[in-house]
């Protein structure tokens, strides 16, 4: 069976927890505080791997952990980093929340490997928290908590050209016929059931990569016969060919066969419907109405609309070169980049709105604003700072959590600083 979605559950390592311990050496009196800081949390990668072509693997095993950090140690000895895990994907995978059904990552173009999750920070041993008042201190920071995500996996395979058809046109054969692919072929309607790729090699023009998608059935952008499980297929694709049995061996009418096809694709997307199309008409060999020829029908239909309509024999090869070429000179003239499908769901941002507990006040002692909780903790644990996307994030965090207003009331004043854990700012409007 060919696997192309799976649901998994991921969760980052844990940050180790901070040390409380003292110096306790002969001739060190009053020694203070030693204890070491926790480490850091595995992260939880993802990789493409150029070998699988299938999400096979995570029908066998469904939870995938990074390991925790170890609690920091006495005489100031940091806690050892959790192992990262690195997730193996086919290329195409896109990575989604499965709850939202927003898209994560998608594993292809430049995403070669990404961090989807990062580990908890080692919290501070009590080495970090000795003042001038505060000599002995008995507290140590707790490693940040691990993240989890229930993850839904989708692969979009990866082609120029989408093939596509109703059963039984001849799609598998045309495949066999112009590339090194062998997909299974017979004379009975969902031959195929299963998406095929091939690559085409042409000899002075540039070759591409076409997928032949199981046939479809009125009501597929519905999910009816399997449609969406098809249809996702040629997401990817820059060239639609739409192939008919132009001799109506079934008694089908190659007209209505387009308009129906067509409209399947519109309503599962219409900017799939809207790529360049060129249509193949199939097992011309087999047309006996000479005088009703249907290839004068679909020439008269779609050519007067920019669509060009090829008699072909999948069979004998008759026709094929003028299609194959026409569909390379379609590739040149679109657009090189990859389609690639944008983030929508950012998990270091999530759940930082949270209702946990925070506190602002003026510590006169040091002169300085200090914000904490462990909702501050958990924000600046999973915001990136030096990235523009992470400072505005963190902007739009003293804003809406109503930290800003709170300075304001307490007297704050332009040049003054503030501290959060172990970040440390100028207050400016």
Request: glycine content about 12%; aromatic content about 8%; some cysteine.
């Amino acid at each position: 069976m060919f696997a192309d979605r799976a649901r998994i559950y991921v969760r980052s390592g844990k940050g180790g927890d901070g040390h409380v311990s003292f110096r306790r050496e002969k001739y060190v009196p009053n020694g203070g505080p030693d204890g070491g800081d926790g480490g850091r949390g595995g992260d939880v990668i993802f990789q493409v791997d150029e070998g699988l072509n299938t999400l096979t693997d995570f029908r066998h095993v469904r939870k995938y952990k990074a390991v925790d950090g170890q609690e920091g140690g006495k005489r100031n000895c940091r806690g050892k980093d959790g192992e990262d895990i690195v997730i193996k994907v086919p290329e195409g995978t896109v990575i989604k929340e499965a709850e939202s059904g927003k898209v994560i990552a998608d594993m292809s173009g430049d995403n070669r490997r990404i961090v989807l999750l990062t580990g908890g920070r080692g919290g501070n041993g009590n080495q970090h928290y000795a003042t001038s008042t505060m000599q002995a201190p008995k507290y140590a920071q707790p490693g940040q908590p691990a993240r989890e995500l229930e993850l839904f996996l989708e692969l979009k395979m990866i082609a120029d050209v989408g093939l596509v058809g109703f059963p039984n046109v001849g799609k598998s054969t045309l495949l066999s016929r112009v590339t090194n692919a062998r997909p299974k072929i017979a004379n009975y309607h969902f031959t195929t059931i299963i998406p095929n790729l091939g690559v085409v090699d042409l000899d002075d023009a540039k070759g591409f990569v076409i997928a032949d998608i199981p046939g479809l059935i009125e009501g597929a952008s519905e999910g009816v016969g399997l449609g969406h499980e098809f249809l996702r297929h040629i997401e990817r694709t820059k060239v639609i060919i739409h192939m008919v049995d132009a001799a109506g061996t079934e008694g089908r009418d190659p007209v209505a066969d387009i308009y129906a096809i067509n409209k399947e694709l519109e309503e599962y997307n219409i900017e799939i419907a809207s790529r360049p199309t060129v249509i193949a008409a199939n097992k011309i060999d087999a047309i006996t109405d000479t005088e009703n020829n249907p290839i004068d029908a679909l020439k008269a239909e779609f050519e007067p609309k920019g669509i060009r309509v090829f008699p072909i024999s999948a069979v004998s090869g008759q026709g094929l070169k003028e299609l194959l070429y026409h569909v390379s000179g379609l590739l040149d003239k679109a657009d090189d980049k990859p389609v690639v499908f944008e983030q929508e769901y950012f998990p270091e941002f999530e759940n930082s709105y949270s209702n946990e507990p925070y506190t602002v006040e003026y510590n006169e002692e040091d002169d300085e604003y200090v914000v904490e909780g462990p909702r501050i903790e958990k924000m600046l644990g999973y915001t990136n700072l030096e990235s523009e996307k992470g400072f505005t994030f963190f902007q739009n965090f003293l804003k809406e959590t109503g930290i800003l207003e709170q300075l304001e009331e307490l007297g704050i004043q332009e040049g003054d600083t503030v501290r959060m854990y172990g970040l440390k700012f100028d207050y400016y409007k």
